[in-house]
């Protein structure tokens, strides 16, 4: 199984990108990247949020090696959000799914999920 450094440098591969010209972006040099893709040094949390966000890049793909490794918009924006609010793994993977259901499918969940927080401040414990 690859390495999340192994997986960076085939990212900026992927791109056809110098090692320069990937980790500029996202604040890193080209030794500090060929540090990383070399298994040198291991990325931070950070950085890997920044590679996905800046890039497209699933954020499971890299860190975990499933999945595709690129996302589409939507996939970006819940990214974004997941890392915005400090959410986890398992919070994003539900939220991907979600909005991954057909619309009828995604409307009934949403009224699902009012029907329970009405409830819950109708009722509370």
Known sequence: MKT????????RKALG????????????SRGALSNIERNTNGASDRTIRLICSKYCVDYFWLTEGMGEMFIDDMDAILEELAAEKGYDADTLRIMKKLYS?????F?????LIDNLVEKKTSNPV
């Open 17 to 28: 990108l110098s090692g320069e010209a990937f980790g500029k972006p996202i604040g890193l």
């Open 107 to 111: 409307n009934l969940v949403m009224q």
């Open 101 to 105: 259901l057909p619309n009828d499918q």
């Open 4 to 11: 999340v450094g192994e997986r960076i440098k085939e990212v």
